[in-house]
């Protein structure tokens, strides 16, 4: 009996799970999708940290370019632990911001990202990261 309640909680929790819809529907402000692609960037997960990101030749070029990094297991493993520290979020207007930030596994490298509202959605602008001074 106990046994039957327990797949069957199981089963309703997969129905939950498949209707749930998918993972990114996008981001509601400019924090939360420069960390969304931090964090998926940060897992290994591109095509994911892809959902994040404005996409463009020079994006994409990079974002691929970044992907196929060989690193170590440890450094994959403390990547993937890490946690985003925001150190500076600059509003350059109502549809773009600026956003300096690192992560826990590499403190003393900080980084910046350009997030722009484009078409109702928060998208990182990936080159900045490179471009900026």
Same mark, same amino acid.
């Given at each position: 009996?106990?046994?039957?309640?327990?797949?069957?909680?199981?089963?309703?929790?997969?129905?939950?799970?498949?209707?749930?819809?998918?993972?990114?529907?996008?981001?509601?402000?400019?924090?939360?999708?420069?960390?969304?692609?931090?964090?998926?960037?940060?897992?290994?997960?591109?095509?994911?940290?892809?959902?994040?990101?404005? &996409?463009?030749?020079?994006?994409?070029?990079?974002?691929?370019?970044?992907?196929?990094?060989?690193?170590?297991?440890?450094?994959?493993?403390?990547?993937?632990?890490?946690?985003?520290?925001? &150190?500076?979020?600059?509003?350059?207007?109502?549809?773009?911001?600026?956003?300096?930030?690192?992560?826990?596994? &590499?403190?003393?490298?900080?980084?910046?990202?350009?997030?722009?509202?484009?078409?109702?959605?928060?998208?990182?602008?990936?080159?900045?990261?490179?471009? &900026?001074?």
């Amino acid at each position: 009996m106990k046994r039957l309640v327990v797949l069957k909680a199981l089963a309703v929790i997969f129905l939950i799970a498949c209707n749930a819809g998918p993972e990114s529907d996008g981001a509601e402000n400019d924090l939360e999708a420069a960390r969304n692609f931090v964090q998926a960037a940060l897992k290994g997960r591109y095509d994911r940290a892809a959902d994040y990101m404005l &996409h463009d030749s020079l994006n994409d070029e990079r974002l691929d370019a970044v992907s196929r990094m060989q690193l170590s297991s440890d450094e994959k493993q403390g990547l993937w632990d890490a946690s985003i520290n925001i &150190h500076n979020r600059k509003l350059i207007n109502d549809s773009t911001s600026i956003i300096v930030y690192s992560n826990s596994f &590499h403190k003393e490298n900080r980084d910046t990202l350009k997030v722009v509202k484009k078409e109702g959605k928060w998208l990182v602008d990936f080159k900045y990261l490179f471009d &900026h001074e």
